[in-house]
């Protein structure tokens, strides 16, 4: 597969042959699915969190007397039937995360980079730099451009004067090619790589 390669200025830069292994695969949506429920329950926090009748801070008292009230029995108004008592098997802090092959995993970044290729929305960049890592140059730059909502990776390193310029844009994001995953490829219209990027990528994922 063979793409044309632009500059930020949007002049045109020769061209590059993509690996068909890598950007021309027929994507799968229960791969990329799958991939991405394992990428957010790996993220999920699972910090909640609520009182079981040990933990809440209430009086041992005995309520009433065992017999005789014409009432139910109670021992302590820690009980979960009673208000400010404790919660019965309740969320506690745990893992939300789950296993995933690597195999798969490998699979799902190249379904996601086949699926952008497929739909006309992956872009190749000469190189991602800006003079004096200026916001509003890049931001006129990436409105010439038409990217909307990109998602810009490089090679190992990220070009620190383009890393600056993007950090107050909200429709433009920057990883290194480590970094690339498939839910923020998917979460953005436009997936731009750059030769170096390119060229990381396929190095990983061969």
Known sequence: ?????????????????????IFGQEPRRDILYRVV???????QAGTHKVKTRS????????????????????GSRKAPIFRKGGVYKGPTPRSHGHELTKKVRRMGLMHALSAKAQAGQLVILDAANVEGGKTAMLAQQVKDLGWKR??????????????QAA????????????????????????????????????????
């Open 150 to 163: 990109a998602l810009v990776i490089d090679g190992a390193n990220v070009n620190e004067d383009f890393a």
């Open 37 to 43: 429920r394992w990428q957010r329950n790996k993220a």
């Open 55 to 74: 933990e809440v801070s209430y009086s041992t008292k005995k309520i009433v007397r065992q017999k005789g009230s014409g009432g139910a029995r109670h």
């Open 1 to 21: 597969m063979k793409l044309d390669v632009i500059k930020m200025d949007g002049s045109a830069a020769g061209s590059v042959e993509l690996s068909d292994e």
């Open 167 to 206: 950090r107050n844009l909200d429709n433009v994001d920057v990883l290194p090619s480590m970094g690339a995953n498939v839910y923020d490829i998917l979460k953005r219209d436009t997936l731009v790589l750059t030769k170096a990027g390119v060229e990381a990528l396929e190095a990983r994922l061969k």
